[in-house]
């Protein structure tokens, strides 16, 4: 059974930190593209960040500079840091696991972010 397991979202004011993680099971987590995307109230779920088996990482424009994904690949692991919050980085978030034809998602976290 796949499941991915998102923690260390809360609540922070602009300009703080977070750092999210993803724990994976049930699948050979090197051979997937891990990715962190999100979804505001009201708005449909985007591509926040995406690090694939082979390559380097990429960014949504709105994240670059401020937010870093990583993986470990030993720990079945993928981390999103998040820097100089916004308070339109206000979302849950949600971790993806891809290798076609196989897509899995995780439960959400939710970051919410003050003015």
């Known amino acids: 059974q796949v499941q991915l397991v998102e923690s260390g979202g809360g609540l922070v004011q602009a300009g703080e930190s977070l750092r999210l993680s993803c724990a994976a099971t049930g699948i050979i987590f090197s051979a997937y593209t891990m990715g962190w995307y999100r979804q505001a109230p009201g708005k449909q779920r985007e591509l926040v960040a995406g690090f694939p088996s082979r390559g380097s990482p990429n960014y949504a424009d709105s994240v670059k500079g401020r937010f870093t994904i990583s993986r470990d690949n030993a720990k079945s692991t993928v981390y999103l840091q998040m820097n100089s919050l916004k308070p339109e980085d206000t979302a849950v978030y949600y971790c993806?696991?891809?290798?076609?034809?196989?897509?899995?998602w995780g439960q959400g976290t939710q970051v919410t972010v003050s003015s």
């Open positions: 993806n696991a891809y290798s076609w034809p196989r897509n899995y």
